[in-house]
């Protein structure tokens, strides 16, 4: 049995990848730029992490670890809205209705930033050969079925 060396391994890895690392960091900084105003999130510092390792697993062409971390984000930010502002069942909702009910507040508009910066990735291709998907596209349903909110874009 052959033994791998690993740096070896991971520096001829990090070389075939980065071009298209680089590229994907390109798109995204384009789709979802951050200012030196930043991005204020409701949540806590979990939530902001999940923000960034979503801008981070796009860049590494992790899609699928994408759409859950900007469906956490979503998730938390809106349900740490809601139960700031006294809904204190905000807590046990499902996302659905925790969307449902941001929406029927307002707090999607007022959150309107943040839903553009995560929205704005969204929109850019996933690289899937043969595939015109974007993550937008699984975010809403169109090519998962599975996903939380299908067919509702703010």
Excluded at 101 to 120: E, H, N, P, S, W
Aim: hydrophobic share 45%.
């Amino acid at each position: 049995m052959e033994v791998v060396d690993i740096e070896q391994w991971l520096r001829e890895d990090d070389a075939k990848s980065r071009p298209f690392r680089a590229q994907r960091a390109r798109e995204m900084m384009a789709a979802c730029p951050i200012d030196e105003a930043g991005v204020m999130v409701s949540g806590g510092e979990d939530t902001m992490t999940a923000f960034v390792e979503a801008r981070l697993a796009y860049v590494n062409g992790l899609y699928l670890c994408t759409v859950l971390s900007a469906l956490a984000v979503l998730e938390r930010h809106f349900t740490a809205r809601l139960y700031g502002a006294g809904l204190e069942s905000a807590k046990r909702m499902s996302f659905d209705n925790v969307l449902r009910r941001a929406l029927q507040d307002g707090g999607v508009t007022a959150d309107k930033r943040l839903i553009l910066a995560i929205f704005g990735f969204c929109e850019m291709p996933m690289h899937i050969s043969g595939s015109r998907a974007t993550v937008r596209s699984v975010l809403s349903g169109r090519v998962c079925r599975w996903a939380t909110c299908s067919n509702r874009t703010p």
